[in-house]
């Protein structure tokens, strides 16, 4: 058996992380100037998930990206491709300028994830529904070959609409692959209307828990909570886990937050700055 050698439950740096977290919401907001691009919210809305997991969980290097037995992280949401590419550049699996190509002609930073092309992307994902039995095929695919690793696989609340996530949900709890985290970016917003108005998700908890999952609600802010609870998957229930992260879209920008003009429009240069003030970092 390749059994990885799993990073031990440690104390949360909860400061560090939330400079981080700053940081990473900066770099996020300039991708989205400089290239007018959308989902600048939703980016902003899993930012804290990301940096727990990337600075405090996973077992990874970004100098062996294809190791066999890294832990996995999926972002199913994949229209928030430039949290995870801002993420994987600050966390050295590439330069760190190339973040100027996000959705550039010729680049490799597509608006969605692509499929082969970056280190440290872990699927092609932006087709709602697709990042968590993805997932589930991996983690019960190292389990045949005796690898030990974990998967956590971040998914928009509007993707619990999919049933393809509920296949995967009931799958995963048959098969006891208690390896498996979802962390649910539930930050009540889908492209047009709140999430609620148009599929009740509510008791979103209730449902995973009912569908065989150990699970939670969390603040999905909170990234010493996020980074504590995620650290502990497999956490001795013999259950795959469910946090169910409740955020605010555009999170850390006061003109931002929880307006969903957001999920289509870009900053101007004068917000720009202004949000970065808010942050601050200028």
Same mark, same amino acid.
């Given at each position: ?10 104390q949360?740096?909860?400061g560090?992380?939330?400079a981080?977290?700053?940081?990473l919401?900066?770099k996020?907001i ?12 939703s980016?902003?809305? $899993?930012?804290?998930? &990301?940096v ?26 994949g ?8 993420v994987l550049?600050m966390?050295?699996? =590439?330069p ?5 190509? =996000? ?13 082969n092309?970056?280190?440290?992307v872990?699927?092609?994902t932006?087709?709602?529904g697709?990042? &968590?039995?993805?997932? $589930?095929?991996m983690? &019960?695919?190292?389990?045949?070959k005796? #690898?030990?690793?974990?998967? =956590?696989?971040?998914l ?6 999919e ?41 979103? $908890? ?31 229930s ?9 955020t ?5 920008v006061? =003109?931002? #937050?929880?307006?969903n ?6 900053p ?12 601050? &970092?200028?």
């Amino acid at each position: 058996m390749n059994v990885a050698v799993r990073k031990p439950v440690t104390q949360v740096d909860a400061g560090a992380l939330k400079a981080r977290a700053a940081q990473l919401r900066g770099k996020i907001i300039d991708m989205s100037h400089a290239a007018q691009a959308a989902h600048l919210a939703s980016s902003l809305s $899993c930012a804290d998930i &990301l940096v727990a997991a990337y600075w405090h969980v996973l077992n990874i290097d970004p100098q062996t990206p294809d190791d066999p037995l890294r832990d996995r992280f999926i972002l199913s949401k994949g229209h928030a491709a430039a949290a995870l590419y801002a993420v994987l550049a600050m966390r050295g699996y =590439f330069p760190i300028e190339e973040l100027d190509t =996000f959705c550039k002609d010729g680049g490799r930073l597509a608006e969605h994830p692509p499929a082969n092309l970056l280190p440290g992307v872990e699927a092609a994902t932006g087709s709602l529904g697709h990042g &968590l039995p993805l997932g $589930c095929g991996m983690a &019960l695919s190292g389990r045949i070959k005796g #690898e030990t690793f974990r998967v =956590f696989a971040l998914l928009s609340d509007g993707e619990n609409n999919e049933g393809s996530v509920w296949e995967a949900a009931m799958f995963a709890a048959a098969q006891k692959l208690d390896n498996v985290c979802v962390v649910v970016d539930y930050n009540k917003w889908q492209a047009t209307a709140r999430s609620d108005e148009t599929l009740m998700l509510a008791p979103l $908890c209730d449902k995973w828990a009912a569908f065989g999952w150990d699970a939670r609600e969390i603040d999905g802010h909170d990234i010493g909570a996020l980074a504590e609870a995620m650290q502990r998957v497999p956490n001795g229930s013999g259950k795959p886990v469910a946090l169910i992260a409740h955020t605010i879209k555009g999170k850390g920008v006061s =003109f931002m #937050e929880d307006d969903n003009n957001w999920h289509y429009r870009a900053p101007t240069a004068e917000e720009v700055v202004k949000a970065h003030k808010e942050l601050g &970092l200028a």
